[in-house]
């Protein structure tokens, strides 16, 4: 597509409940990011995909969230038994390496799901 | 791995004053930095990249950033701001694929 996709663009649920976010990215970049943004801070880290695997997880902040790109294009954030500090905007970005400069990664993000624990 | 400070929470400035936004840095590895700006209610977009050669790069707007390698900081500067430049500016520094951000400067322009 010509940009990054994430899907719902809202969501709102009840603590406890299990929710998935999804992210559609750039055709054709292999790496994909997720980042969480809490209200006023800057996106911190979770996962980085390259293709179908798990470059780095390090950022997931405990088992409750998984992440999956079965085919090495969408990916899903999953989020279990959802707690209200899991509020936040989730941001997917994805990049391809700039020719000839490896390691060089421009990312480009897609709009954000906002996700409202209650 | 690498990590970002951003020195400002906050710069209120009027319109056609210049502003500096300072981003300073920290890594064992060479690295890539990045500015990008979150307006309200929208999401991140780049605004300039430094990767390798001289170390001034413009971006869009009429932004510009100087790396620093002495001094480990990657400031962002523009001569004349508008009104429409209000919005969050992040700082960011990537190495081996992993990019991580500050925790932004909200720039007001004021009339």
């Known amino acids: 597509g010509a940009g990054v996709s994430q899907t719902p663009s809202n969501k709102v649920t009840e603590k406890g409940k299990y929710v998935e976010l999804r992210c559609d990215p750039i055709s054709g970049h292999t790496a994909l990011y997720w980042y969480r943004q809490s209200l006023g801070q800057g996106p911190e880290f979770l996962i980085y995909f390259q293709g179908t695997g798990a470059a780095d997880d390090s950022g997931l902040p405990n088992d409750r969230f998984f992440a999956v790109r079965p085919e090495g294009s969408v990916s899903t954030l999953k989020i279990q038994r959802t707690e209200r500090g899991d509020s936040a905007v989730y941001l997917c970005?994805?990049?391809?390496?700039?020719?000839?400069?490896?390691?060089?990664?421009?990312?480009?993000f897609g709009a954000g799901s906002r996700l409202t624990v209650l | 791995a690498q990590s970002v400070t951003q020195l400002d929470s906050q710069v209120p400035v009027f319109e056609e004053a210049p502003v500096e936004l300072r981003c300073n840095y920290s890594?064992?590895?060479?690295?890539?930095l990045f500015w990008y700006v979150q307006y309200p209610n929208q999401g991140l977009q780049l605004l300039l990249k430094?990767?390798?050669?001289?170390?001034l790069v413009k971006g869009i707007n009429g932004f510009e950033a100087e790396f620093n390698k002495s001094q480990t900081s990657f400031h962002l500067r523009k001569p004349s701001v508008h009104i429409s430049d209000t919005a969050e500016y992040f700082c960011?520094?990537?190495?081996?694929?992993?990019?991580?951000f500050g925790a932004g400067t909200r720039l007001t322009v004021k009339p």
């Open positions: 970005a994805s990049s391809d390496r700039d020719r000839g400069l490896s390691g060089a990664n421009v990312l480009t």
């Open positions: 430094y990767l390798s050669g001289s170390t």
């Open positions: 960011a520094v990537s190495a081996y694929n992993d990019m991580r």
């Open positions: 890594s064992s590895v060479s690295v890539y």
